[in-house]
């Protein structure tokens, strides 16, 4: 029997994984390993660090996970060691990246004995606060509640065997590096623990971090195009700004969309899609960063049982989300960077499937579509716009009341420049 063209020939049995992880990738009905995989494992599971390159949905938190649990059931905690302490640390940019290793590991390691903790801002503070209390061998989080946490004297990392960096790019982009060197300054020396790093793209700065704080790490690269551009039907529809939402009602309603993520540049245009698309019978919600913590969980749960079709979505979705039969993904605004239309586009053909990436090109956001192509050695395919896909009933929403002014706040506009304020 031949292998999906998504996995390789490498099996799990073949790797002499401790028998609970085997178990519980038996009950989860993993056999092969990704490419992703099949390059780190081998490696992560003779001790080398790694720096590896991949796209979302290719299998690397088991890569990590497996490396990671692997060892920490194998070796056994170090003489003099608290009991209680983390021996493995994994850090990731959002909260819904560190909630999703989470799922993966209590998968993976079901049987392993092996206890979990995930640490993010936004919510669920004390519970955090006891689980770490108790007791924890591999602590997951991001950066800004582990500070905070461990400032606290919650929990320490001199124990630290394993660490584990998540979408590194992805914490450059978000300003969280000094958080990470802060982290990495009270765990012991690379030489002293295993490392493994993770990020869409290897770039300098990247590879940086990794030569400074890890053990001479093997650099493993999975090229994008080998990941997605084959199971991802791209299509480019070339649109005025002022047909845009009718465009998106028109040809959602004639493609009956299952789940479909529809992807905007702002907050505000994210609102704008969403009250469109409901005022024309699409049931939609608005996933961004202003989004409650408690609401993000519900709304993706709600997505991924197939209970709300569309999910409008600032890049704040982009990564870290395993949501599986993703059937459509739609730009509705060009990303800004070339590198997010390629985890964009990833959120479908995940696992073997396909799907389809429908990008929307305006007088707006043209300018970066040179760059997307550029960025993926490729011209997208352009489809001619439909006239009927312009539905003559669309209704357009009616702009949301602006908030009242505060007392003695002045109506018109202000005058003169700010000469004769003052300075705050």
């Keep these: 029997m031949t292998q999906p063209d998504h996995l390789s020939e490498l099996r799990f049995d073949q790797l002499s994984l401790h028998p609970t992880l085997q178990t519980g990738l038996d009950r989860l009905g993993f056999t092969h390993c990704t490419p992703i995989q099949a390059a780190c494992l081998p490696r992560a599971l003779r001790g080398e660090d790694l720096a590896g390159q991949a796209q979302t949905g290719t299998g690397k938190s088991a890569a990590f996970l497996l490396a990671t649990m692997n060892h920490l059931l194998q070796t056994p905690r170090k003489e003099g060691a608290d009991s209680g302490s983390p021996r493995a640390i994994m850090l990731a940019p959002t909260r819904e990246l560190a909630i999703q290793i989470l799922k993966d590991a209590e998968g993976i390691g079901a049987d392993s004995g092996l206890r979990l ?203 870290g989300l395993h949501i599986p039969s993703v059937s459509h993904v739609i730009n509705y605004d060009l990303p800004q960077d070339a590198a997010d239309y390629v985890h964009r586009i990833g959120r479908t053909a995940r696992a073997g499937e396909a799907g389809d990436a429908v990008s929307l090109c305006c007088e707006t956001w043209v300018y970066g579509l040179p760059a997307i192509e550029a960025y993926i050695g490729s011209r997208l395919p352009v489809q001619a716009l439909d006239e009927a896909w312009l539905p003559a009933d669309f209704i357009r929403p009616p702009r949301p009341p602006r908030p009242p002014r505060r007392p003695g706040s002045s109506s018109g506009p202000r005058r003169g420049g700010g000469g004769g304020g003052r300075r705050r």
């Design 117 to 319: 903790a995930v640490c993010y801002g936004g919510a669920g503070y004390e519970t955090q606060r006891e689980q770490l209390e108790a007791g924890v061998d591999i602590l997951i989080g991001t950066p800004g509640r582990l500070i905070d946490f461990l400032k606290q004297g919650t929990y320490h990392l001199k124990d630290i065997e394993v660490l584990v960096l998540d979408e590194a790019d992805r914490m450059f982009d978000l300003g969280f590096i000094d958080d990470i060197r802060y982290l990495l300054r009270r765990m012991p020396k690379a030489g002293l623990r295993r490392n493994y790093l993770f990020s869409a793209t290897l770039s300098h700065r990247v590879l940086e971090l990794a030569y400074e704080h890890m053990n001479s790490p093997q650099k493993i690269e999975i090229e994008p195009e080998q990941v997605t551009a084959d199971r991802v039907r791209q299509t480019l529809i070339h649109v005025a700004n002022d047909e845009k939402l009718p465009l998106l009602v028109g040809w959602l309603r004639q493609h009956e969309p299952f789940r479909t993520i529809v992807f905007v540049n702002t907050k505000r245009v994210a609102e704008e899609v969403e009250r469109g698309l409901n005022a024309n019978g699409l049931q939609s919600a608005v996933l961004s960063g202003d989004v409650a913590q408690t609401r993000r969980m519900t709304l993706l749960e709600n997505f991924k049982q197939g209970e709300l079709p569309i999910l409008v979505a600032t890049d704040v979705a982009a990564r």
